[in-house]
């Protein structure tokens, strides 16, 4: 038996032989050894080569190839867990009136919050969490429709709310394709109504965000200086600024304090309405999907309710429902407004009779929309 040199060591030529590996390993084995007794051929992909269906979809379908879509209808044939993933989305608590007492909708409006975002001190996109939260609220909105619908995406210009619209397009069209559902789909675009609320810095109005970067540069040297007095604005930010740095809420500070640099909550919920009512004249009958920012929601949601329900999660939503004029509406159109088990009866405002409440208001009052038989059985008088 002859001896090899290992390290300066003789070392006989089987121990040489039990260190030195020519075979392939041992999972790579098992699976040649698999192939052959299926009798597939191994060089040939298991995974349909379409970029046009999500990855995941692809894979369980190669794996079971009589999952594809057929004539049958997909409640039909679908196994107790698909079952069960399409019937989530609608076993809760409300209870669904009959259809002779039910309203027709002529819009189904969801105001959502971002998801997760890098920081609110710059214009930061989503974080991985952040898209995945987008992406799941999109399917669970594939589970909750029917075919033949009709889903518009807007969003507000900022990089999070712009990237939550993107990702919950993707995941309603990756679901769309699970479920086999059939919709309209209007892209994401920017809807300037729903933006963050505004603030009032020396070079113009601008977005809260964006604003904190020029507040952020000035209040160092101010601090370092202690030459003069601050600025009324940078006072009004800074206090802003420091009540969520020390772990309360700011937007509460907004909703609640009176900030001259600062766009008023009601404001917020006066262009909110506004763009609910250009995008139900633009798009009757579609669901709306408006991915936005928190402090507007916030307050769109407490004018609604009359009592602050609280900050909204990430990606959590208050759905406004436009409801069909019919022999029921008086006054105005109407819609309901819901947000964490609470739902509201409200009248849609009409933006253009509001005040505009300037320093010097002329306002006239409201146009009076009574009719010509109503004024007569009034009487007529002053």
Same mark, same amino acid.
């Given at each position: 038996?002859?001896?090899?040199?290992?390290?300066?060591?003789?070392?006989?030529?089987?121990?040489?032989?039990?260190?030195?590996?020519?075979?392939?390993?041992?999972?790579?084995?098992?699976?040649?050894?698999?192939?052959?007794?299926?009798?597939?051929?191994?060089?040939?992909? #298991?995974?349909?080569?379409?970029? *046009? &269906? +999500? @990855?995941?979809? =692809?894979?369980?379908? !190669?794996?079971? #190839?009589?999952?594809?879509?057929? *004539? &049958? +209808? @997909?409640?039909? =044939?679908?196994?107790? !867990?698909?079952?069960?993933?399409?019937?989530?989305?609608?076993?809760?608590?409300?209870?669904?009136?009959?259809?002779?007492?039910?309203?027709?909708?002529?819009n189904d409006v969801y105001l959502i919050r971002h998801g997760e975002t890098q920081g609110y001190s710059t214009d930061s996109g989503l974080t991985p969490q952040g898209a995945w939260q987008a992406h799941s609220w999109g399917k669970t909105l594939a589970r909750r429709i029917k075919d033949g619908e009709t889903v518009v995406f807007r969003h507000a210009a900022t990089a999070r709310a712009t990237?939550?619209?993107?990702?919950?397009?993707?995941?309603?069209?990756?679901?769309?394709?699970?479920?086999?559902?059939?919709?309209?789909?209007?892209?994401?675009?920017?809807?300037?109504?729903?933006?963050?609320?505004?603030?009032?810095?020396?070079?113009?109005?601008?977005?809260?965000?964006?604003?904190?970067?020029?507040?952020?540069?000035?209040?160092?040297?101010?601090?370092?200086?202690?030459?003069?007095?601050?600025?009324?604005?940078?006072?009004?930010?800074?206090?802003?600024?420091?009540?969520?740095?020390?772990?309360?809420?700011?937007?509460?500070?907004?909703?609640?304090?009176?900030?001259?640099?600062?766009?008023?909550?009601?404001?917020?919920?006066?262009?909110?309405?506004?763009?609910?009512?250009?995008?139900?004249?633009?798009?009757?009958?579609?669901?709306?999907?408006?991915?936005?920012?928190?402090?507007?929601?916030?307050?769109?949601?407490?004018?609604?309710?009359?009592?602050?329900?609280?900050?909204?999660?990430?990606?959590?939503?208050?759905?406004?429902?436009?409801?069909?004029?019919?022999?029921?509406?008086?006054?105005?159109?109407?819609?309901?407004?819901?947000?964490r088990n609470r739902v509201q009866e409200v009248k849609v405002p009409q933006i253009d009779q509001l005040p505009t409440w300037k320093v010097h208001d002329d306002w006239a009052g409201f146009v009076s929309t009574a009719t010509p038989s109503a004024a007569a059985a009034g009487g007529g008088g002053a």
């Open positions: 038996m002859s001896d090899v040199e290992q390290n300066g060591v003789s070392m006989p030529e089987q121990d040489r032989s039990q260190k030195d590996r020519h075979g392939a390993p041992e999972y790579l084995a098992r699976y040649r050894k698999n192939i052959a007794a299926t009798g597939a051929d191994e060089t040939e992909s #298991p995974v349909p080569d379409d970029t *046009d &269906t +999500p @990855l995941y979809l =692809r894979q369980f379908r !190669a794996r079971n #190839p009589g999952s594809a879509p057929v *004539d &049958t +209808p @997909l409640w039909q =044939r679908a196994t107790l !867990a698909q079952q069960q993933a399409l019937t989530e989305a609608s076993r809760n608590k409300e209870i669904s009136a009959p259809p002779s007492a039910a309203r027709a909708l002529r990237e939550t619209a993107q990702q919950i397009h993707r995941g309603l069209q990756d679901g769309l394709i699970q479920y086999e559902k059939d919709i309209t789909i209007i892209e994401p675009a920017v809807a300037n109504e729903f933006r963050n609320f505004g603030f009032v810095a020396p070079d113009g109005l601008k977005d809260v965000t964006a604003a904190f970067r020029e507040y952020s540069a000035l209040l160092e040297g101010y601090e370092r200086s202690a030459a003069r007095d601050r600025p009324q604005w940078v006072v009004e930010m800074d206090r802003f600024w420091r009540t969520q740095q020390g772990g309360g809420d700011p937007i509460a500070h907004w909703l609640t304090i009176p900030l001259l640099h600062f766009e008023p909550p009601a404001m917020c919920v006066r262009r909110f309405w506004s763009g609910i009512n250009r995008l139900s004249a633009e798009f009757p009958g579609a669901r709306l999907a408006i991915a936005t920012h928190s402090g507007c929601i916030r307050a769109f949601a407490v004018s609604s309710l009359g009592y602050d329900p609280g900050e909204p999660y990430n990606t959590e939503h208050v759905r406004v429902k436009l409801l069909a004029e019919d022999d029921r509406t008086t006054n105005g159109r109407d819609a309901t407004v819901s947000y």
